[in-house]
């Protein structure tokens, strides 16, 4: 936006309206007034509001005439700036300013945005954005409130609007849209003495655009007197109108395209077709007639827009005629045929119209029922096009939820297919198939859409006020899903229903889905109030009574299913057990119980001989836990006998958790949260059979999936067109077949070849030919052969499906499984079959990722594992206590898992055994004495344990001996081992949570330190000490004496690796020095802040030359990119023998050199130019004479004095000269002098050195500070004397500017001064000028 860039260029050019005075005055006191106007224009809008507010609160709080108008003139600006997403955001900014400011006049902005963008003198190239300022300053009066108050800037807007409103390529049809708006909220009178001005008398001009018609509209609807004495009666909705309305709703339609909205004249004809009483003539003439004839989807979604928007305005009759029309019908072919993401975009749509009206006639219920028939009318050969879960149904009453629901049971009982307002689509007709035109296939499919329909329902209800509607539902669903009616009677309501098509085996199946979808729905939906009804009772409950009521009335009912004798009586003692739960449901445990017990009562009536025999097993199991009480001991348990019901009724869980069933899963795993307690090493074994990824079969449990069923249904209801590409199937399978090629079939194929002499031979003639008969026969045998191929392709490929399909499948069975696995370890975190949990969790963590597999199932099994094992397991606050009679046990598995941990191949594997160790190591040092019980934290029970202390090292089961054998040996892995799979962060977990185990490894990594370790081994041993040391808990276990031997015996060893180091060749030798150093300040902190009585004066020697050698290299430039972190841990320990740091002298600015005092910043030598070796040198030509040398030399000397001369007291000049300078002596802009032939006392301004760059000579100096030196210029000059003593010719022969013509050398300063930004016009006049000089020859 270059209108922006300063506001120097927001104004004129002219110097007499704004002096350059006065413009750098309201620069310099008002910065943040000028940021106002860079906010505004910015793309986000809580931005651009902002800076409108403040810029109003600033003119309000400081009035100022020279402010107000600067305000003024940007905002007029900025409405034609080049951003055409800038223009509103001024045109709003500038509407505020006028709505509070009311003191300014309109008339007056209105001739300042004319005289600033005139139309008259306008260019082409400027046209754009001209026409916009204009259009865009009108809004913004109008915008303000005040134009239709002011008569005067009303009627000058008006024709300004009628002026754009010729510009139809630049500005389409908003001048009149503009107007349209303008108009409708000026006062009538106002508008009666306008309207001449507007609007011609001709309606051949009126039904020429959309706009025209619209205005026209407008005032017949403000002032028809005023309109029929200008134009005179006009019938507007008349026949030979018709075609021209047609035109113009098209050219509507096609204007709003992108907006995705009504176009507004579409709506105001619909309004006056019905003041006229015309709208039949409008809908099925204009409409259907009209733009339905040939529609676009431009058309046909204004259409449907119009249909929406005009349900709220129409009666009875007339939804009627709409809802039952052809525009309906092609709103649901629109509905079939469209692509999904058209579709997903225009369902949210109607469904806003429909829900407005829904909700707007709250009080008709008769209103609403018949909206929603009429939607569910819409029907595809059956199917209706409305998807099944409508949110808009949330806006029934409860009359006409009632009302549609009976609607809905009463079409599904009796199917009325003629009260359909059915279609086929193109492709439908095209297929003359008699199979998909019968009634029993609409019938299917709209029973189907009609029971999941019934069940979405349930999801807008509430249970205090729908209970008598969400029962109504889940007794039909159920009633239907497995039971006949043989003879009618008042009991039960469902018998007096008649079927007028017969209920068939397919609609069954689809019922009982739906019915244990609607148990999930009410499962989910009423979780808060856990699944009760208003009677207290939870549905499965209610639904169960309903079914043994159903069973008593064997007489009038009867089961699709029959019970069997034992199936009978399976039912019975589930109702008894029932009874007996009921009595004691405050327990928690019984009402768990009993939600399972019903749910597989439930799903009796589905499968009933697999149900029959889990019904029974369950009632066992149940009567048998309510005798029983907790178990906490594994020696009571072998006291006596284990209770078998706990594995059985694990086994019947995961029979439950293989069903496809989320509501099934909910329950199991609140069951087996009441009896975990009860678990045994068997039932335990059982859940973790299930996990053991080992074994690719489970043999106990049989994983169901319905998918096959469901497609199966679904390949009922795909319509006709939506046939398979059959050309890219035979692609595929050609490509498959050609890597499936074995030499097997190779083989075959040469012997038929051989057998029909097609390969021919030596002996045979070339010219030999088969006969017709030879052909034939071996075209057969070619053909059965390939024929048998394919077959046994297509054979592999089930094969493998098959076994994709069952891993997967197998996949989620385990997910589900591992619910139980969460549960125990949440709920029972102290039993002690958790320690069992361990390695069968961590072998499904590393065979999960070791797999290549990276299948969703297969991420989601190994997330959901280790989320379990790392923060419910490994994090728990409490844990088994009752280790002691498997204590030898534990201290194998932790030594086990110790080594498996060194033998993994990824890191992030043994981090998982590691910390299975860890909490093996927390198990065996939690004692068993009460004060360690129930949550205490073990890490700060080892914090405080003292090793002496013999009471506490009896009450543990810790053997202190083996586990520090065990990670010592794991700790001499890590310091050897090139790849070890541990790491130091494992270490360091280990040393802070148990200070002991890290006493005992200390001596291994003191002599690792100091031996010849590799480098990086050495860095690692340094760091483990240095966070050691550190920790609290370390210090306690050492008595003072032992202390003070443990530091001294360290300083010696880090000094002695200290003084065996050399230069660092790699980036492990560096941190190894890193490390060392790190030890070692930690080592002098540590007997600094004791006392301790250690010498250190001894190694003030050693660090001091470490430190010298390093400054050495550093000043030189050999060093490493982290030589400035060695320095500083130099540093840190010379500070902490009392060697102090020199500080780093400043430079006083009155101190630099007049060649440092260029103009040019620091900020500014970074970019922009090129170093002195990448500059081209100036050739001396031989035919130069001597005069001519001195004069060009005395020339430059001239053009070069004022820098030379400038002193330190000085002021830095500003302006034209400045940039001069920049211009005649690049050499000082990359930071050394002009001269490049040595200078006295200068050793670094040799002609062999290259000259140094901004960046380069930047980074010097901040070494020069790190090295505690003052940071010394590149050239240092002793004095003036000095200056002055350098020779004019090295100075000027050296430039690289100074030989070039006069032409080029303006133009290079010219690109400097382009480089440097200004905020003042006088700048941007100055670089023109310097333009025009350059431009002349």
Known sequence: MAE??????????????????????????????????????????????????????????????????????????????????????????????????????????????????????????????????????????????????????????????????????????????????????????MFQEILPKVLKGDMNVILSSPKYLELFLLARQRVPTELESLIGPVDLLSADNIPSLVNILKAAANSVKKEHKLPDVALELLRLALKENKFELFWKEVLEGGLLKNPSWTTSYMCFRLLGASLPLLSEEQLQLVMRGDLIRHFGENMVISKPQNLFKFIPEISTYVGTFLEGCQDDPKRQFTMMVAFTAITNQGLPVMPTFWRVTQFLNTEALQSYVAWLRNMFLQPDLDSLVDFSTANQKRVQDASLNVPERAVFRLRKWIIHRLVSLVDHLHLEKDDAVVEQIARFCFFHAFFKTKKATPQIPETKQQFSFPL??????????????????????????????????????????????????????????????????????????????????????????????????????????????????????????????????????????????????????????????????????????????????????????????ETDEDDNVVVTDDADEKRLEHGEDEDSESDVDSEAGEESEEEDRDKDVDPGFRQQLMEVLRAGNALGGEDEDEDEELGDEAMMALDQNLA??????????????????????????????????????????????????????????????????????????????????????MHHLCRARRYCHEVEPCAEALHAQVERLVQQAGNQADASVALYYFNASLYLLRVLKGNTTKRHQDGQDLQ???????????????????????????????????????????????????????????????????????????????????????????????????????????????????????????????????????????????????VNHEKLSVDLTAFLGMLQSKQQRLQQSLQQGNHSSGSNRLYDLYWQALRMLGVQRPKSEKKNAKDIPSDTQSPISTKRKKKGFLPETKKRKKLKSEGVTPEKNAASQQNAVTEGAVPAATGKDQPPSTGKKKRKRKASTPSQMNGITVAKSPAPNNPTLSPSTPAKTPKLQKKKEKLSQVNGATPVSPIEPESKKHQKALSTKEVITKSPQSALPKKKRARARLSLVSRSPSLLQSGVRKRRVVRRRVQTP
């Open 940 to 1086: 700060g029970a080892d914090t405080k344990a003292e090793p002496k202390d013999s009471e506490d090292q009896t009450a543990s089961c810790l053997n202190l001996d083996f586990v520090t054998r065990v990670y010592s040996a794991s700790l001499e892995s890590l310091l050897t081992k090139r790849n070890s799979p541990l790491t130091v962060p494992m270490f360091l977990s280990l040393f802070s949570r148990y200070p002991v185990i890290s006493k005992n490894l200390l001596p291994i990594l003191v002599q690792h330190v100091a031996g010849p370790s590799r480098a990086r081994h050495q860095a690692q041993a340094c760091l483990l000490l240095q966070k050691t040391l550190s920790a609290r808990e370390l210090r306690v276990c050492f008595e003072d004496p032992e202390w003070e031997q443990l530091i001294s015996q360290l300083l010696g060893k880090v000094t002695q690796t200290l003084q065996t180091l050399g230069e660092a060749q790699s980036k492990g030798e560096h941190q190894r020095e890193v490390s060392i150093l790190e030890l070692l300040n930690t080592l002098f902190r540590t």
């Open 504 to 693: 068939d085996d397919r609609n069954r199946g689809v019922i009982v889905s739906a019915f244990f979808s609607l148990l999930q729905t009410l499962s989910m939906k009423f979780r808060q109030t856990p699944d009760l009804a208003e009677n207290k009772k939870p549905w499965t409950y209610r639904l169960v009574q309903l079914a043994d009521m159903l069973l008593n009335h064997n007489h009038n009912v009867t089961s699709v299913t029959p019970f069997t004798t034992q199936q009978r009586q399976a039912w019975d003692q589930m109702m008894s057990t029932l009874k007996e739960l009921e009595a004691c449901s405050s327990e928690t445990k019984a009402i768990a119980f009993q939600h399972l017990l019903l749910l597989v009562g439930l799903h009796l009536f589905k499968s009933p001989a697999e149900s029959c025999d889990v019904l029974g097993d369950i009632q066992a199991c149940i009567k048998k836990s309510m005798e029983q009480k907790p178990r906490r001991s594994r020696s009571r348990a072998r006291a006596s006998q284990e209770p078998v019901w706990v594995e059985v009724m694990v086994e019947i869980l995961l029979s439950l958790l293989a069903q496809p069933s989320n509501l099934m899963r909910q329950v199991v795993r609140s069951v087996f949260g009441h009896i975990c307690p009860y678990l045994t090493p068997r039932g335990l074994q059982l859940i973790l059979a299930v996990l053991n990824p």
């Open 4 to 189: 922006m860039k300063s506001p120097a260029k927001a104004e004129p050019a002219s110097t007499a309206e704004a002096p350059q005075g006065d413009r750098r005055s309201l620069l310099e006191h008002s910065r943040e007034f000028l940021d106002f106007f860079w906010d505004i224009a910015k793309p986000e809008q809580e931005t651009r509001l902002r800076a409108t507010e403040k810029l109003l609160e600033y003119l309000r709080t400081r009035p100022s005439d020279s402010e107000m108008k600067y305000a003024l003139k940007r905002l007029i600006t900025g409405l034609g700036v080049g951003r055409e997403a800038a223009r509103p955001c001024y045109s709003l900014a500038l509407a505020q300013l006028l709505q509070s400011f009311e003191d300014i006049s309109l008339c007056d902005i209105l001739s300042q945005i004319q005289e600033k963008y005139s139309l008259q003198a306008v260019n082409k190239a400027m046209m754009r954005p001209t026409l916009f300022a204009n259009l865009f300053g009108v809004l913004a009066l109008f915008q303000s409130g005040r134009l239709v108050k002011d008569k005067e800037a009303l009627v000058k807007s008006v024709k300004l609007l009628k002026i754009l409103s010729h510009h139809h390529n630049h500005l389409q049809g908003q001048p009149i849209k503009a107007l349209v708006d303008i108009l409708s909220q000026v006062p009538e009178s």
């Open 784 to 869: 059965s052969l390939f024929a048998e191929q394919k077959m046994r392709i297509q054979a592999r490929h089930e094969e493998k499906n098959k076994l994709q399909k069952e891993k997967k499948l197998r996949r989620d069975f385990q997910i589900r499984v591992l619910d139980l696995i969460e549960v125990l370890v949440t709920k029972q975190p102290e039993h002690p079959l958790i320690l069992e949990l361990l390695e069968p969790l961590l072998n499904i963590i590393q065979h999960s990722m070791r797999s290549r597999d990276s299948t969703k199932q297969e991420q989601d099994l190994l997330h959901k594992t280790a989320r379990i094992f």
